[in-house]
Structure formats: structure tokens, C-alpha cells
């Protein structure tokens, strides 16, 4: 029988004054309740009350991640009530400075550690897990979490935040989802110095050691939880791109750093395109920063600008990528294999400002974790080339944008299309409010999530990215591209994510990779799979 201590103390089970006098004469929980009964709609009152009583986001923060762990219906319900407010608490901004202090604000761990010094018994970890249905892993190593660099374990808050989106904003159910991460060491100097830093107190393991530790974790976990889909996060660029690769046939996965930022990025420039006249295949892309996000957008804008008629040779010449070293040219003998195509026969030039008057672009796009990169010159250069520049700062966190939404638009004169990775709040300019678009994963990431989840999807493919990224731009209207918006408001992700997962569901069905027949009624079907923040 379930006890009194276990109802209140299982986030899942507890409702707190909301249990019913049936459920407290039943289950012993009169005296340990204060005597009111109380509804899902008033606990989340109180708890918006109390978000709101701390200043500082990361208190809020810290907050809610209790909050979960209390009672995940009250915090699902209060998250979902207002998600424009809740999710940039939840996730980034705010998560960026919840893993670099996650040692000293930790309460209770959630998720799963699995350290490299549990190799060969990583599927005996796995097994332990409260639930044996799960769905989603969102995976880490901590090596390059947001702009932030090399965090070790302090990354898991990633993960954590992650999944609680794919709740929140396409109502995944979380009991299949999991956060992982991979402790392999850390080399952050800081952190090996803090006593409070809870990982491996160890340099990072790489190699061979890595690679043997990453396989065993794979086939383990495919083989404990059979229906499983990995999100790979925040792995170094490189080490991303093999992985994302390597296990591609091995099991159900796909990078989020690579493949959502490629679909929401393709989102926004469809919807751009769209309502500023410019086609896609007519416009020139110069990134700043070739890592793995730039070539990940590159990579599945190439793949559309084929489907939509444009050769491989024509697509890939639309591409032009500045990394830390400047432009990306033949010439240059330290560029890896995934930064080839992108590389051109051009002369070599260091700096940026002048390569945008070299290239001519019509978009530049920030994904080189430098904040400040695109300053007033870089700015003026794309408004003096064009009637409508793109300018993109991708970066995340916030400190890291490229540049801001105010100074985009003020540099611009009111001309950009923009989109940022962080968000800005809006921005008032000769009397026209612009509201600055977050070109945030979110958009994606839980949409493939609830489609995956409902088909059982084998696999991930390109095309599901990019028919995901063609349901986000048709849900951008004239009257958000007017003021300045190309993607879809935030409090609507919801609905939009579940027209995004209704294409995607479609998409797997007609490639065959779903592994239920398909339904009469795919919305429906789509529906009924979904979370509900209410009590049962
Ligand atoms: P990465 O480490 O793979 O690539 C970073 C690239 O920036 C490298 O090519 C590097 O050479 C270049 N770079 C570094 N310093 C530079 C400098 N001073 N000038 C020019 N280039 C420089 O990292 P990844 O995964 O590609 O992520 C990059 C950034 O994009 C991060 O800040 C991340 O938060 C952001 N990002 C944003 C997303 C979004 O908002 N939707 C999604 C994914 C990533």
C-alpha cells in the first residue's frame, strides 16, 4: 500500500493540498496537510507568487527545479500556464548560469551520472533508473555547454532543462524522459580547484578511452530501454558530428546543437523569405563561426535548396564561413573534413568586417560564441549592401550574442530581419516597436520529440528536419513578420509545436519508419498521446 510519507514525497504522485478528503482519509494524509482542499488552478497561484517574490532569475530558477521535485503536476501546470515567462527561466538564458553555479545551488541531483569509471557497468546503472519505459535521453558530456565552454557534470543542467521542455512545449510525457550525462572529467581549472564541484575530479578523458566508453553507453542503453531516442547536446563540435554519424544506424538519434539549430534557422529564413520576396536560393550566407552549428544550418539549407530545384555545386556556392581564424578558403591547411565544402577559392582575410564587403551576403548568421562580434562596421556594411540584411546572433547565452536586437536595429535604421539565439526584449525605434524573434530550438527539438514518441520512429532523418522547419515557417503570419517576429509567438508553442509534430508523424509514415500503423486521424492520434498537467 501506498503510504502517507511516500504520496508526498514522490513529485509524481504528491498534489499537496490538493488531495481530495477521499484521498487523505484513505491514504492517511489528514493532519499532514494543512485542512484546505485546493485546486491545480490556486497551487499555481501560489507558486507563480512565489516565482515572483525573488528577484534575481536564478533564484527563480532554483525555485522551480525544487518545485519539480515536489510536485511535477504543479510545476508542469505553472511552466505551461505562461511559457513566455517560464522558459527563459527554465532553459536559456537562465540555465547558462544555473550549470556554471550548479555545484553550490545543486539540491537534489536528478538524472543519471554515469562516470567513466563505471565503464562496463553502464547498463547496470541504466537499469536502476525509477522508470523502465523511457523515451528520451538528452545526453551530454559538458564539454561545450551553450557558449560556456567545458562545465564537466555542472552541464546536466542542460539536460534537465531540455526534457522539461519537451513537456512543456509539446507535452511529451515526462515520466519517459531522462537526463544523462557522461563524466569523463573536466578540464575547467575552476571547477577542478572547487571543493564544491561535483563530478570527476580529473582532466578529460579523450581517445580511444572516450570512444570505447561512448559505444558501451550506446549499446547499453538500446539494449535497456529498447524505444529509446537520444538527443546528443553540448558535445564539442567535432566529437558532435562523429557521434551524431557514427550511431546513426545503431539506434534512434540526433543532434540538437546540429540538426534542430539547422531546422530552426531554416524556419526563420523560410518565413524571411517568404515575406521579404527574396527567395532562399538568392540569398548569400556568410556565418561567423564554422563549427558545429554552421554547418549544420549550412548543411540542411543546402539539402533544401536542392529539394526545391537548386544543384548540389549551386546551393553549397550560397555559403561562406569565418571561423577564428578568418574566412574558410582553399588556401587554409587547418580546416577538418566537415568544414570542406564550405571552404572557397577566395583570398584569405582576417577580418570580418572587410569579408562582408569582399562576399556581399544578404544574411550574416553568429554562431561563433563571440559576443559583440557583429559590431557597428560589420552591421552598417550589411545595411549598406542591403534593403533588408538578415542578421542573426545565434550565439547563446545573451552575454554571447554577436550582437543585440537594439543594436541590429538601431544600425540598420529599422531595416534588418533579425533573429537571436538568446532573447531581447523589444525595442522601440523612431516610435515603431520591433519584437526581436528568438530563433530557439524549442521551436523543433520538442515537436521531433512528440512525433518520434507517438510514431515510434526508428530513426531521424534530414527530411524530417526539414519538414519540421517548413511547419515552423507556415506558421509565421504577415502581421508577426511586420513587427519584426519570423518565428511564431512563444506562448503559442504549444500548438505550434503540435502542427510541427503532426508534419514530422506524416513524414515518418510516408518513409516507412514509424513503428505503429498509421492512424485514421494523425491530429487526433497526435492528441491523445500528449501530457496533461492535471491530477489523477
Ligand atoms: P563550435 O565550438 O562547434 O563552433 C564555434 C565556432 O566559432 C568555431 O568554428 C570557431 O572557430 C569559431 N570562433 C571562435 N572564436 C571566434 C572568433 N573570435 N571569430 C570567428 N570565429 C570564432 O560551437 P557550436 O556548437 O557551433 O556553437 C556555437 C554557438 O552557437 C554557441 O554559442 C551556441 O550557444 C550557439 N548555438 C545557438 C543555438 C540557437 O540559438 N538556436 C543552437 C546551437 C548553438
Known sequence: MTTAFHLLQDPRKNKGTAFTKEERDKHGLNGLLPNVIETLDTQVLRATAQVDEFEKPINKYIYLMQLLEINETLFFKTVMSNPA?????????TVGEACEAFGHIMRSPRGLYISIKDKHRIKEILQNWYDKDVRFAVVTDGERILGLGD???????IPIGKLCLYTTCAGVPPELTLPITLDVGTNNKKFLDDPLYPGLRQRRVGGQEYDDFVFEFVHAIK???????????????????EIMHKYDDVLCSFNDDIEGTAAVATGGLLAACHYSGKALTDQKFLFLGAGAAATGIANLLALKMQLIGASKEEAFSRFFMFDINGLLTT????????????AKDLEDNRNFADAIMQIKPTAIIG?????GAF?????????????????????????????????????????CIFASGSPFAPVNYKGKTFVPGQGNNVYIFPAMGLAIYATEAKKVTDKMFIVAAEALATQVTREHF??????????????????IAIRIADEIFDS?????PRPSNLEQFIRSKMYQPMYK
Open 375 to 415: 559590431n557597428e562596421q560589420v552591421v552598417s556594411n550589411m545595411a549598406q549592401l542591403n534593403e533588408r540584411p538578415i542578421i542573426f546572433p545565434y550565439s547563446n547565452p545573451t552575454s554571447h550574442a554577436e550582437c543585440s536586437a537594439e543594436q541590429a536595429i538601431t544600425w540598420t535604421k529599422g531595416k
Open 223 to 241: 539494449e535497456v530501454f529498447p524505444k529509446i531516442c537520444i538527443q546528443w547536446e553540448d558535445f564539442r563540435g567535432d566529437e558532435a558530428i
Open 85 to 93: 515567462k517560464y522558459l527563459p527561466l527554465v532553459y536559456t538564458p
Open 151 to 157: 562545465l564537466g557534470v555542472c552541464g546536466m543542467g
Open 512 to 516: 516507412n519508419l514509424a513503428g505503429v
Open 482 to 499: 511586420e513587427k519584426g517576429l519570423i518565428y511564431p509567438p512563444i506562448n503559442t508553442i504549444l500548438e505550434v509545436s503540435v502542427n
Open 331 to 342: 588556401n587554409r591547411k587547418d580546416l577538418q573534413d566537415f568544414q570542406l565544402p564550405f
Open 367 to 371: 554562431v561563433s560564441t563571440v559576443g
